[in-house]
T-cell receptor, first 115, second 113 residues
């Protein structure tokens, strides 16, 4: 298996632009997680899905952030409009299920820089 | 709310043992994990321990869990330069976290040749 795939790997954009990050989970995994990592705040869980349904989006910072999972093999995280403070590495992770022992497999991340 | 804390930096010499410590607040946590993040990469699970265990050993890695003190440690024997990375402690299954995995801020391990 190729593992969790994220695209793009790097994104540089200007403040006010829309940014769309993409994720393909491992085939067969039914849970998907979006995280944001910064030096100041560490690793933050933004939202997670189970069977394509958002379960908890309490970590989404504000209305500028939205996430969708239209099918079991694809998810997007959108920021509109983007701001410089959104600059971070965004990770997608997937797991077999939501049971507490299920290992999360992380993608390589998308490094976002908003100028 | 639930919290996982760990020191930010650790520096060791190649060949020495590294011990990375972590404390957590949710006494009902079921699973405790150590993840490793190499530069430019995502987190990768190293090992995990179930809350009813005291110790788990896997080759050069030893995990110790003190449930009474809510303290978790990761010992890396014969540390190599390739072990230089950020190590994240995490917990899940607790009453407050539920299905979430709660991560610490990560300990950056520097291995000097």
């Amino acid at each position: 298996d190729a593992g969790v795939i994220q695209s793009p790997r790097h994104e540089v954009t200007e403040m006010g632009q829309e940014v769309t990050l993409r994720c393909k989970p491992i085939s067969g995994h039914n849970s998907l997680f979006w995280y944001r990592q910064t030096m100041m705040r560490g690793l933050e869980l933004l939202i997670y899905f189970n069977n394509n349904v958002p379960i908890d989006d309490s970590g989404m910072p504000e209305d500028r952030f939205s996430a969708k999972m239209p099918n079991a093999s694809f998810s997007t995280l959108k920021i509109q409009p983007s701001e410089p403070r959104d600059s971070a590495v965004y990770f997608c992770a997937s797991s077999w299920g939501l049971a507490s022992q299920e290992t999360q497999y992380f993608g390589p991340g998308t490094r976002l820089l908003v100028l | 709310g639930e919290d996982v804390e760990q020191s930010l930096f650790l520096s060791v010499r190649e060949g020495d043992s590294s011990v990375i410590n972590c404390t957590y607040t949710d006494s009902s946590s079921t699973y405790l994990y150590w993840y490793k993040q190499e530069p430019g990469a995502g987190l990768q699970l190293l090992t995990y321990i179930f809350s009813n265990m005291d110790m788990k050993q896997d080759q050069r890695l030893t995990v110790l869990l003190n449930k009474k003190d809510k303290h978790l440690s990761l010992r890396i024997a014969d540390t190599q330069t390739g072990d230089s990375a950020i190590y994240f402690c995490a917990e899940s299954g607790g009453n407050t976290g539920g299905f979430k995995t709660i991560f610490g801020a990560g300990t950056r391990l520097f291995v000097k040749a």
